[in-house]
């Protein structure tokens, strides 16, 4: 009894820690995004006042019952992950529900938001919701490649599908994996780049062309559900590579130095590039990073 | 407790300063008055230091941006979106035209008071309104907001058979779902 209370306690403070820390990364998206421009920009905590008033909208909207579902979907996506994802070293303070083989639990449970969303975006019957759906799905095609890749390299290379046993790796030889196993980490980069869909992969969202795609139909509480699992995604997605390639972190505020540092390799890229097509998004993820990929899979099986 | 009116009112301040610090608007850019908002949201005037952002869709929208003369076929439209929006929803008509018509007073398809046929919260008049003016109407219903004074779609619902009767009046071939809250 008392180990369940511990883990149900240590959830719901991940939850909070990893939606506060996620929701001011995005905020500090735009603001950033705002001084390139050459703008003053909203303050960095716009994103909480949106999330309070998506949530205190009323919303009367039905299509089906997947279309509820779909939002559903992306929370449950980004709850799983973050608790499967160890936040700090050694589990202090933030229990965790890791296992042998949460690797490739992982690979399969980041695409489920997607495909649930998917649904339910096509039950809207709005054309825009699934042009973008066949746009996320393609681009996924795209970016799963490297990424899976980078993946298997690492677990040919230290012979484990476990996450905690990747971090005691790098905390026992004191290096961090993204020094040991280079192209692994290029790949798993530029994959990061196709799953956080800033430009100029955006293609799914893209406001000026799809009416922002998959959530066309869904205002107020839909949104608000949405945009609360984006930021937990975001922060669950960063612990994981800090996790796996940068020897994790020993506290929260090495985590999020270390995360945010991470962060501004897609917000950046982001910033200073224009949109592809989605040909050309597939093509460049089959392209540099998949050969990145391969080269990392050659390092862990000859070396 | 959680029904009580004082805790209520708590939570409508809390509501309100959202709300009025977070306006996503659709700009139905019927006129010449879309021209005035790229400056109004780029890197001069910057809009979106006051919370003022773009929507893609009228699902996701705050703000009805009227902006310039409405021809009663882009009525049926406009009037379509705006019942799509959900609630709170803020109707802004910009420019001369949708007050009273402005150059547009004596022509055959144009419609002249936009209040007619949807309820507005802010006009913001000039032909066309510069940027400033469109920022302080901003400004203006944020202020009507935090007051909660801004009940347009209050009043759609209350007096949707009046509303209705006008639009039927200048639609000819109204073939349109029934909404009804």
């Keep these: 009894m008392k180990e369940i209370l511990y883990y149900t306690w240590g959830a719901i403070v991940s939850f909070v820690v990893a939606f506060s820390v996620g929701i001011t990364y995005m905020g500090l998206n735009r603001k950033i995004t705002a001084r390139v421009q050459n703008r003053y920009g909203p303050p960095w905590y716009q994103n909480f006042i949106d999330v309070i ?15 509820h579902m779909g ?13 499967v994802i160890p936040i700090l070293n050694g589990n202090k303070f933030f229990p965790n529900l890791n296992f042998q083989g949460d690797l490739i639990f992982l690979l399969y449970i980041m695409v489920f938001g997607p495909l649930g969303m998917a649904l339910g975006a096509g039950q809207t019957g709005n054309p825009n919701s ?4 066949t746009r996320g799905l393609s681009q996924m095609a795209g970016f799963e490649i490297p990424w899976v890749m980078a993946l298997v390299a690492l677990m040919i290379q230290y012979k484990t599908t476990s996450i905690v046993d990747l971090m005691n790796v790098q905390v026992e030889s004191g290096r961090w994996l993204m020094f040991s196993s280079p192209f692994a980490f290029l790949a798993a980069v530029m994959a990061m780049l196709g799953m956080f869909r800033y430009a100029p ?7 000026q062309e799809l009416a922002s795609g998959p959530m066309s139909e869904n205002g107020g509480k839909y949104l608000f559900v949405m945009m609360s699992a984006g930021s937990v995604f975001t922060f669950a997605k960063l612990t994981l590579y800090v996790d796996i390639f940068m020897g994790g972190a020993d506290n929260l505020i090495i985590l999020v130095v270390k995360t945010f540092t991470l962060y501004l390799i ?14 050309q998004s597939v093509r460049w993820f089959w392209g540099w990073p998949s050969f990145f990929g391969l080269l990392a899979i050659l390092q862990a099986a000859l070396f | 407790m959680i029904n009580d ?4 009112k708590i939570v409508d301040i809390i509501q309100n300063f959202a709300r009025q610090h977070s306006l996503w608007v659709l700009a139905y850019g019927t006129g010449c008055g879309a021209i005035e908002l790229p400056p109004t949201m780029t890197s001069r005037y910057d809009a979106e230091r006051l919370g003022v952002r773009g929507a893609a869709t009228p699902r996701q929208a705050d703000v009805l941006l ?13 009037i379509r979106v705006y019942e799509q929006m959900q609630d709170p ?16 007073w004596d022509s055959y398809n144009t419609i002249k008071a936009l209040d007619r046929y949807m309820p507005v919260d802010i006009y913001i008049n000039g032909c066309m309104p510069r940027p400033e003016a469109v920022l302080s109407g901003f400004a203006k219903l944020q202020k009507l907001i935090q007051a909660g004074k801004a009940d347009g779609a209050k009043k759609y619902k209350e007096n949707l058979e009046w509303y209705r009767a006008n639009q039927k009046n200048v639609i000819p071939n109204w073939r349109m779902p029934e909404y009804n809250w």
Excluded: W
């Design chain 1, 53 to 67: 008033k998506l949530y205190s909208k009323k919303t009367s909207i039905h299509h089906g019952v997947m279309h």
């Design chain 1, 201 to 207: 992969f955006d293609i799914v969202g893209a406001p």
């Design chain 2, 5 to 8: 009116k004082n805790s209520q």
């Design chain 1, 266 to 279: 897609p917000m950046l890229y982001g910033i200073t590039s224009p949109r592809y097509r989605t040909e």
């Design chain 1, 130 to 133: 699934a042009i973008g759906v």
């Design chain 1, 71 to 83: 939002p559903a979907f992306i929370m449950v996506t980004a709850v799983v992950s973050l608790l």
């Design chain 2, 66 to 78: 009227i902006t310039g003369y409405l021809t009663t076929k882009t009525l049926k439209r406009v």
């Design chain 2, 89 to 104: 929803k803020y109707v802004i008509g910009f420019g001369s035209c949708t007050i009273n018509g402005g150059m547009y």
